[in-house]
């Protein structure tokens, strides 16, 4: 199992407010994603990166920005939120091994914009 | 473009029954994996089974078990004697590699809602 952990768990903000959401893995895993996940429906891909200095878009389009800096650590900023990007949002983390190419998700961040 | 395909909003099943929860995917790629996530109410994406495209038996892993039909592009989830903490959303999601990198994403299905009673 990986371990891979999110901070904060909850967060409620007032619109206009930059925010930064924490994904970090100690298990030295080169890709990392985030996931957007509204209550009770499918994730959806907004980031990924293949390792240190590597960042791209995923599926959904998404205000938000990343940064790779370190093997370990993959945040997530928004510039300014809006009540539009209330959701959860999910990071994980993979390594391939053999065929296997496996995702280990983190805990969560639930986010309120008020 | 790929898709995946749960058509079981909700299920519900007796404690130490077996549930079958249902599954089927489209893509063109030759080379895919399969996985099931469990989703409790407290948000966390649990793995439980993961079956590649070329594997010849169905995974297997404790009390759960993919029923992989590859011509018929489904692979079902299989629980076994259930219990009470298996009451959680399911997800199903596909493997697909992105571009031409070693990087892949996964593909969720909208999840089946799965609760066990006494």
């Known amino acids: 199992e990986a371990d891979i952990y999110q901070t904060p768990r909850y967060l409620v903000i007032g619109t206009g407010k930059k925010i930064t959401l924490e994904c970090s893995q100690t298990?030295?895993?080169?890709?990392m994603y985030w996931y957007q996940q509204d209550p009770g429906m499918e994730l959806h891909l907004i980031h990924y990166s293949y390792g240190v200095n590597s960042t791209e878009k995923g599926d959904l389009s998404s205000e938000s920005t990343v940064s790779r800096i370190r093997t370990e650590h993959f945040p997530l900023t928004l510039e300014s939120a809006r009540p539009s990007h209330t959701s959860q949002y999910l990071c994980?983390?993979?390594?391939?091994?053999?065929?296997?190419?496996?995702?280990?998700f983190g805990p969560g961040t639930r986010l309120t914009v008020l | 473009a790929q898709k995946i395909t749960q058509t079981q909003p909700g299920m519900f099943v007796q404690e130490k029954e077996a549930v079958t929860l249902d599954c089927t995917y489209d893509t063109s790629d030759p080379s895919y994996g399969l996985f099931w996530y469990k989703q409790p109410s407290s948000g966390e994406m649990i793995f439980l089974i993961y079956?590649?495209?070329?594997?010849?038996q169905n995974a297997t892993e404790g009390r759960y078990s993919l029923n992989f039909q590859k011509a018929r592009k489904s692979a079902n989830l299989v629980i076994s004697a259930s219990q009470l903490g298996d009451s959680a959303m399911y997800f199903c999601a596909m493997r697909e590699r992105i571009n031409t990198g070693t990087a892949s994403k996964l593909t969720f299905g909208t999840g089946t809602r799965l609760q066990v009673t006494l």
């Open positions: 079956q590649g495209s070329y594997d010849q």
């Open positions: 298990m030295g895993h080169d890709k």
């Open positions: 994980a983390s993979s390594h391939r091994v053999g065929a296997t190419d496996t995702q280990y």
